[in-house]
């Protein structure tokens, strides 16, 4: 579904992703790991159009997204949830789905019924205010959200940060679950290794900017340099 091929981001004299390609094919999830300043998120928000890449091209089946304005890329089929569960807390749950959809039809209302059937939790709580979700329901409110688009990409930039284990747990869960019941592609940053490779179908390892390793989880998991050197367990 997406291919990457030798993708070059800079902030002025700064390389923050050097000649870096690969491919996420559909239905996947594929990890990308890698120490804080790796590049990760940088990539992300470059495939999604909030960041110009230097050079390389970003296809999404087979058509070349790069340059193009975030709107025409959601509308082409891609969702970005940033790092940070970033909701609108005076608004309710509901509002807040309903923004994801507002450039379709029937008010934003559109594709409710099926986020709420992915997250009872969400659906629980559709009248309360955001702000008074606790931090793994408002994952689920963000990614709820993104998915209010009816993307065929979901881009997740960091959805476990600052969750307790347990929670974590749920919310990767949760994606492997998503991911097998609709056929979403997923791309996952996530700075916790051990636990994107117990969901994911394929892992990629950024080191300052540069792709270091492409494997399936269970050769990466059991590469002990690698995983000393770059994902920390």
Do not use: C
């Not at 870096?20 to 928000?45: D, Q």
């Not at 193009?68 to 891609?78: N, P």
């Amino acid at each position: 579904m997406l291919r990457v091929e030798d993708l070059h981001i800079a902030y002025g004299p700064v390389r923050a992703v050097d000649g870096v390609s690969f491919e996420v094919p559909k239905g996947s999830i594929t990890a990308v790991l890698g120490a804080n300043g790796a590049g990760k998120t940088s990539l992300l928000r470059t495939l999604s159009g909030l960041v110009r890449a230097k050079a390389g091209k970003i296809l999404l089946d087979d058509f070349d997204i790069g340059g193009l304005a975030v709107e025409r890329i959601v509308r082409l089929g891609m969702a970005h949830v940033p790092e940070g569960r970033g909701v609108i807390g005076e608004l309710t749950v509901e509002e807040n789905l309903r923004l994801g959809g507002l450039w379709r039809k029937h008010n934003g209302r559109e594709g409710l019924s099926e986020v709420y059937e992915l997250f009872p939790r969400i659906a629980e709580r559709r009248s309360r205010a955001a702000s008074t979700l606790s931090g793994g329901e408002r994952q689920m409110l963000v990614v709820g959200r993104a998915l209010m688009a009816r993307p065929r990409l979901l881009l997740l930039d960091e959805p476990s940060l600052g969750l307790a284990p347990q929670v974590a747990s749920q919310i990767m869960r949760m994606l492997r679950e998503l991911t097998d019941r609709t056929g979403l592609t997923v791309l996952l940053v996530e700075q916790n290794a051990r636990a994107a490779l117990s969901v994911a179908d394929r892992g990629l390892v950024l080191s300052l900017g540069r792709l270091v390793a492409d494997d399936d989880p269970a050769t990466l998991a059991a590469d002990d340099q690698l995983r000393h050197a770059y994902l920390g367990f």
